[in-house]
């Protein structure tokens, strides 16, 4: 029988964090769709508005750009989205 | 996943096929209009469901999860504690010793430092997790480790310089180890110096991996590792000693060219993902048919590139004959000769993706470029630092290598001796 010393590093205590609250409906609210800005894929969040408008019309889709790349952050948008949004649809990918 | 490490466990995801980099519109809508390939679900339903269903209480959690990790694992047989780490993630899936606490023991013989000692900090996965010298030394003993090599894994371990990482692209890291040390505990730098015929540049390297795995808490594929191919650099990450008895005259040791005394004990790290040989076909001097391998590699935009030069020492001899007293000036010299159209900078696809953005956001030199026509030459490299100059091979034939390889950092081992 052995004993072995646990080489796993120690990862610190997750903090959890509340969903935001869902929508009761679509109707006459502003749904933000973010690009996050992957290579040559602005043609697939137009889509996505273009079919989610067609579908809901009386609900507003947004079509915003994240500043920087994919990995930066933007702290400007994600306050207009919280003043002036009721949801947003990221989107995320190659 | 990611979202279930970081607190929210139930984040709302659907999944449409991929690519979508580059497909025309109609395609999209398709995508959009068709089903999730995972769930098997319409896309549309599954954003709308996201944006209006019922919060669960698990969906409302505020606390803080804690996430012991116990010292010791068993007591338990053999067989079973050898399922176990296997089971569970925690080897690069090649046989390993088990860490007993009489192995790990030992192994803190090749070090002055406490075994309780925090070391630091290795984000492999999507969190940092921290560790001390007993859990650098079990991991040491894993991939078959000698004490004497202690200093160079701890090194490298305080270093902060993860061997693997989250991103969707297959990279490895390569090692180097100038100074003492290196024949201290026998690193091989000549011949078949990259090859796996010495046990200190393969056990250095292969612990990389497993540091990254049970440290940084990654190497878990669809779940912390995402490189879609993955990479065979990744068992031990061309590790090896730099040869500084074979560098030509006036050529320094790479550590020397970072700042180090000659008698220091460095171990450096450079990010890339492939090597490849080369020889003098058709080119009469070396110095040109380094520069067509320093025109494959990716232009330094927003996204850093790099260019690592492998030179056996009759090489770098036939280099300084062809005209480059220095390692500095073969630098130099590639720097100079790769430039490119701002045309054809801007079609590089992670150009797109980093460097326009900062165009964008007005960060010089991309916003100026942005501005420039399209027949601007440029170079391919931000400085003549991103192309690095090493020397190693046992003088057996006129081959190098080369590759993508930027330079990271460099690392004092002695401060762990």
Known sequence: ?94 | MHAKLVGKPRLRITCVPHPISRVPSPVCREYIEGTDPISSRLVIDEIIEALTDTLSEDDKRTDLEERPVPRLIGPDSEENLQRFFLENGMTDYLPIVLPTEERVAEMLKGTSHKADELVGELRAGYEAGSFTVEQVAANAVMAGAKPEYMPVILAMAASGVAAISTSTQSFARMIVVNGPIRNEIGMNSGCGALSPFNQANAVIGRVATLMSINLGRGGVPNLTYWGSQGNTLNYNHATFAENEEGLPTGWQPFHVQKGFRPEESVVSFFHGYSLWHWKNTYEKEKHEAILHMANWVLPSGGYKSGFGLLLDPIVAEDLVREGYPTKESLSQYCYDNTLLTLGEFWQYHLVEGFSLPAAQKDIEPYASWLKQPEDTLINRYRSPDEISVLVVGGKTNDFWQAGDWRYISSFSIDDWR
Not at chain 1, 12 to 24: G, N
């Open chain 1, 1 to 94: 029988m052995n004993t072995v010393i646990n080489p796993r590093g120690q990862l610190p205590a997750t903090q959890q964090t509340p969903m935001a609250l869902r929508l009761d409906s679509l109707g006459g609210k502003t749904i933000y769709i973010l690009d996050v800005r992957w290579p040559y894929t602005h043609q697939f969040i137009e889509e996505m508005r273009n079919v989610l408008s067609e579908r809901y019309p009386d609900t507003q889709f947004v079509i915003r750009d994240k500043a920087g790349s994919y990995g930066e952050d933007d702290p400007k948008l994600w306050a207009e989205i919280q003043g002036h949004g009721d949801a947003a649809i990221v989107a995320v990918g190659h």
